[in-house]
Nanobody, 121 residues
Framework: VQLQASGGGLVQAGGSLRLSCAAS??????MGWFRQAPGSEREFVAV????????YYKDSVEGRFTISRDNAKKMVYLQMNSLKPEDTAVYYC?????????????????WGQGTLVTVSS
């Protein structure tokens, strides 16, 4: 599976961005978003299971970010609202090893190239 993330950019605090992740093939895997700030480890942001019925979020983005997927279009999205400077990072989409995956990077085996999100204060 090849993944292509897009949609990053520069936004002021309080603004919104929508990230997209295009998959090269249909997959019955869970799909996740992770992020990595300079000098920090890659961290979990959100995951959506294959069916789309179950989602899970990092505590600090709960209520502000929404993950969704369109399996017919082979797309996964991350709608980010009320952005904060601490959300600044490179965001990566990833395909899980199964229909249900969790918060650990070890549960994902395909990764996109990343898209940079910069939130100014």
């Amino acid at each position: 599976v090849q993944l292509q993330a897009s949609g990053g950019g520069l936004v002021q605090a309080g603004g919104s961005l929508r990230l997209s992740c295009a998959a090269s093939t249909r997959t019955n895997r869970a799909m996740g978003w992770f992020r990595q700030a300079p000098g920090s480890e890659r961290e979990f942001v959100a995951v959506i299971m294959w069916s789309g019925s179950n989602t899970y979020y990092k505590d600090s983005v709960e209520g502000r970010f929404t993950i969704s997927r369109d399996n017919a279009k082979k797309m996964v999205y991350l709608q980010m609202n009320s952005l904060k400077p601490e959300d600044t990072a490179v965001y990566y989409c990833a395909a899980g090893r199964s229909v249900n995956s969790g918060t650990s990077t070890y549960e994902y085996d395909y990764w996109g190239q990343g898209t940079l999100v910069t939130v100014s204060s």
